[in-house]
């Protein structure tokens, strides 16, 4: 039957590709549970195929409705449903919902010794000392998702941690990538919602064109592999095809390269130590690529990378600020309520208001997460 998954966030971008691999290796894989915000359409057709044991939904009224017509699952909703989801007995837990609400039903996974395949970056910024911390104490592994934590980590592959000197995170550049900062003044939800290399949901994908993206990964880079922040670079590299590197104390540096395709990363946490094929994926071809193209990062133009390496820094709940206020600003950009440029403002705005907490614990977190959204929500007025 082998591995039961439960998916968090299966109508999102990552989960459809999660289940693309539950459904192209189905000796290796069965979706056990999996949870859906508000795409109900979706939802229904991956409970038909895959008769899973238990679902989430946002609402109670889609829970309801569902129920009545898939007798044989159980349904849950809403924050405490998510956790009901993710503590389900299985193998892995792939979290690939989008913000901070993956938090709560990543740590109570946590506490079960669960083994997580980690798409939600925003858990790891918002409270990555957490999650880490009780991961060690309960013996749960979290296998990194994002392609460039999984670079990293397949760089580390069988390396001492000790003898790693530098992480080297690249960037494509994402929408704006050959845009100064007098173009962005007065771009557009739908002109930063088309990313040059990667298809994505909308909220990563305008992360990407702001590089608050980039900044996010740099925390994660340091909440899963300990790395100091002075040891993360970052490279602008805009083919995206060497997803990330690890440099060494003796200078070599070792590389994962791919097409950019995420459903590689991904499969790579459902299957780690072994590796599966990927029977119709494109193979890189470095011939017919040519050329790849290297350019150092710039902090002025790309402001929002500075404050991610700030917050960084500061650590405690300057993290937890920079992700809450990133969350309700990208919210309000694809509202058409704020401009594309307001983004990066608000983050700095937040930050400079707020009196950073060292060691915070999970309510200290959640309090200042939605304290911030207030304060951002109040720029407004
Ligand atoms: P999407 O927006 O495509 O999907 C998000 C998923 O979460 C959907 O299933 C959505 O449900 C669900 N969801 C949204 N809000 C809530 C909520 N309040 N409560 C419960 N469920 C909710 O996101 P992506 O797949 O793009 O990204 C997921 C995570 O992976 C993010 O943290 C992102 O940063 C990270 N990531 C994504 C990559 C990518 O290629 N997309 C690459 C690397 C990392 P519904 O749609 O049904 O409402
Ligand atoms: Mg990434």
Same mark, same amino acid.
């Given at each position: !039957?082998? *591995? ?44 038909? #195929?895959? #008769? ?31 956790? $009901?989801?993710?503590? @389900? ?18 740590? #109570?996974?946590? =506490? /079960? ?7 939600? +970056? ?13 991961? *060690?104490? @309960? ?8 392609? $460039? ?12 941690? $000790?003898?790693?000197? =530098? ?49 996010? $990964? ?49 499969? @790579? ?17 470095? &011939? #017919?690529?040519?050329? /790849?193209?290297?350019?150092? !990062?710039? @902090? ?10 700030? %917050? ?9 600020? /920079?992700?809450? %206020?990133?969350?309700?600003?990208? &919210? ?41 959204? +207030?304060?951002?929500?109040?720029? /407004? *007025?």
């Amino acid at each position: !039957m082998g *591995k039961k998954i439960i998916l968090l966030g299966a109508t999102g971008s990552i989960g459809v590709q999660t289940i693309d691999i539950i459904r192209e290796h189905p000796e290796q894989f069965s979706l056990t549970g999996f949870s859906a915000g508000r795409n109900m359409e979706l939802a229904r057709k991956i409970i038909k #195929e895959f #008769e899973p044991e238990i679902v989430c939904v946002q609402n109670e009224q889609d829970a309801e409705a569902l129920s009545r017509e898939f007798p044989r699952t159980a349904f849950v909703f809403g924050g405490r449903g998510l956790i $009901e989801t993710a503590v @389900y007995d299985a193998d892995v837990l792939v979290n690939a919902v989008i913000g901070s609400v993956g938090l709560e039903p990543t740590l #109570e996974a946590i =506490k /079960l010794g669960r083994t997580i395949a980690i798409a939600n +970056k925003e858990t790891l910024v918002t409270a990555g000392h957490l999650v880490m911390e009780s991961a *060690k104490r @309960y013996g749960a592994e979290i296998l990194p998702v994002d392609s $460039e934590h999984s670079a990293l980590f397949q760089s580390l592959n069988g390396e001492k941690l $000790e003898q790693a000197t =530098k992480l080297i995170l690249t960037a494509s550049g994402g929408s704006f990538r050959d845009s100064n900062r007098d173009q962005l003044k007065d771009v557009t939800v739908k002109e930063a919602l088309d990313h040059p290399n990667w298809s994505m949901g909308a909220k990563i994908t305008i992360d990407s064109a702001t590089m608050v993206n980039k900044g996010l $990964e740099v925390i994660e880079a340091n909440v899963l592999f300990d790395f100091a922040y002075d040891d993360i670079e970052v490279l602008l590299h805009r083919e995206s095809i060497i997803h990330s590197m690890v440099e060494f104390q003796d200078t070599s540096v070792m590389a994962q390269l791919g097409t950019p395709d995420m459903r590689v990363p991904i499969q @790579y946490a459902l299957t780690f130590p072994d590796r599966l094929p990927r029977p119709n994926a494109k193979r890189l071809n470095l &011939a #017919e690529i040519g050329k /790849l193209h290297f350019r150092e !990062m710039d @902090y002025v133009r790309f402001r929002a990378l500075q404050l991610a390496f700030d %917050a960084g820094r500061t650590g405690g709940t300057m993290t937890t600020v /920079l992700n809450a %206020a990133n969350e309700q600003a990208v &919210a309000l950009f694809l509202d058409g309520r704020i401009k594309f440029l307001q983004i990066e403002e608000i983050i700095e705005r937040a930050m400079d208001a707020h009196n950073p907490i060292l060691s915070p614990d999970l309510e200290t977190i959640l309090h200042v997460d939605s304290e911030t959204r +207030k304060t951002v929500l109040n720029m /407004l *007025k």
